[in-house]
C-alpha cells in the first residue's frame, strides 16, 4: 500500500465509526469547503487545506509525500525520538504513532468540538455543550502554545524517516467497538462493567501488566444504570459536564482517563466513573486500524505501549 492510501483508509474509517453520524461529518466537510471558497487569496495562503477532506486534524502524514510505497510499519501509542530513531534503525518503511504529533499535536482543540455533537446523543442540548466545552478547549489551546511540538518530526526528517499520526480515527474505532459491546451486554453493576471490558482482550492482557480497569467513583455493588462511553474527543471535556450527565439520567462513564477534578465532579452528582485504561483502550482502537492494513500484507510490528491483538 501507499503511504497515502493507509492514511486515507483510516480516516475513512473514522469517518465510519463517528459518534456524530457519517451524515454530520460530511455536512462539516461541506461546510469548510464553502468557507475556503470564500477566503481572500491572502487567507488561503494560511488555510490548512487537508482540513478539506481530512476532519480530524490530530491525524496527519508527519513526514513523507504520501506516494511512498508501504511493506513494513512499526506501531506505538507514543513515538519520540527515541522511537523514530529505533524504528529507522530495525528498517521499518513506516512508523506510526496513536498520540498526535507537529501540527496534529497543535489541531487537539479544533477535534475537541467533536464531543459538543457527540453529547447530544447523550441527551444533553448542544448549546450548553458547546458553552461548556468552549472554555476547556480555549484552555487546551492555550496549554498548547508554548510547546515544541515538531521536535519529533524535525528528527523523522532528519533520518529520512516516513512518520505518520493517527488519533481520532483509533478513537472513535474503540469508542463505536466499546458502545456496541455495552448496548448488548447491558451490565447491571460496575462489578458487570469490569467482567465485561476484562472479556476484552487488550484490557485482560493490560490487567496482567498491572494497569486494568479501575473503578473510580462508585463501587462493584453499584448498580451502573444508564452507561455511556466516553472514548473519544481529543482529549478530557469539561469537568462542569459531569452534572449535565447527570441531569440527563446517565449513570456511569466508561472512559480511557479522568482527572481528579473529573473525579471530584462526577461524585457530587452521583456519578460512577469507570477507568477501561489509557493504553489498553487506545491499543483496541489502533490495532482496528492496524487490522486492515496487516491482512492484506503490510507487516505490522508493535512498541511503545501498543498492545497488539489481532481481530482478522
Known amino acids: 500500500m501507499k503511504l ?45 487545506k487537508e482540513t478539506l477532506t481530512n476532519p480530524y486534524g490530530d491525524t496527519r502524514i508527519l513526514y513523507g509525500t504520501g506516494e511512498e510505497e508501504i511493506k513494513s ?17 530495525l528498517g521499518f518503511d513506516l512508523i506510526f504513532s ?29 448549546n450548553i455543550s458547546q458553552k461548556m466545552m468552549a472554555k476547556r478547549i480555549s484552555e487546551v489551546d492555550r496549554a498548547l502554545t508554548p510547546q515544541n511540538a515538531y521536535r ?3 528528527s523523522a526528517r532528519l533520518l529520512n524517516q516516513l512518520f505518520m499520526c493517527c488519533h481520532t480515527p483509533a478513537d472513535n474505532s474503540v469508542q463505536h467497538f466499546l458502545t456496541e459491546l455495552f448496548n448488548k451486554e447491558k451490565p447491571k453493576y ?39 462511553i466516553d472514548m473519544t474527543g481529543g482529549t478530557e471535556g469539561a469537568k462542569e459536564l459531569m452534572k449535565k450527565h447527570a441531569d440527563a439520567g446517565i449513570g456511569t462513564i ?22 477501561a485504561g489509557h493504553m489498553s483502550s487506545d491499543s483496541i482502537g489502533v490495532n482496528l486500524l492496524l487490522d486492515q492494513v496487516e491482512k492484506v500484507g503490510v507487516k505490522v510490528e508493535s512498541f511503545s505501549g501498543l498492545i497488539r491483538i489481532k481481530r482478522y
Not at 510499519?73 to 534503525?89: P, S
Not at 469490569?194 to 494497569?211: C, H, N, R, S, W
Not at 466508561?254 to 477507568?275: C, Q
Open 254 to 275: 466508561v472512559g480511557m482517563h479522568f482527572s481528579e477534578d473529573h473525579k471530584k465532579e462526577a461524585e457530587e452528582n452521583y456519578i460512577n466513573l469507570v477507568v
Open 152 to 154: 519529533v518530526v524535525d
Open 98 to 126: 496513536h498520540h498526535p504529533r507537529g501540527v496534529a499535536f497543535l489541531n487537539l482543540p479544533d477535534v475537541m468540538k467533536l464531543q459538543e455533537d457527540a453529547l447530544m446523543h447523550h441527551g444533553i442540548p448542544i
Open 4 to 48: 497515502k492510501e493507509i492514511y486515507e483508509l483510516f480516516i475513512s474509517t473514522g469517518i465510519k465509526n463517528d459518534p456524530r453520524g457519517e451524515k454530520e461529518v460530511n455536512d462539516l466537510l461541506n461546510e469548510r469547503k464553502k468557507e475556503y471558497n470564500k477566503l481572500s487569496d491572502e487567507e488561503k495562503e494560511y488555510f490548512d
Open 190 to 228: 460496575l462489578k458487570d462493567v469490569i467482567d465485561l471490558l476484562l472479556t476484552v482482550p487488550e484490557y485482560k492482557q493490560a490487567k496482567k501488566m498491572g494497569f486494568g480497569p479501575k473503578i473510580f467513583s462508585g463501587d462493584l455493588k453499584s448498580k451502573a444504570g444508564k452507561v455511556v
Open 73 to 89: 510499519l512499526i506501531a506505538g501509542i507514543d513515538v519520540d525520538t527515541g522511537e523514530i530513531i529505533l524504528g529507522k534503525q
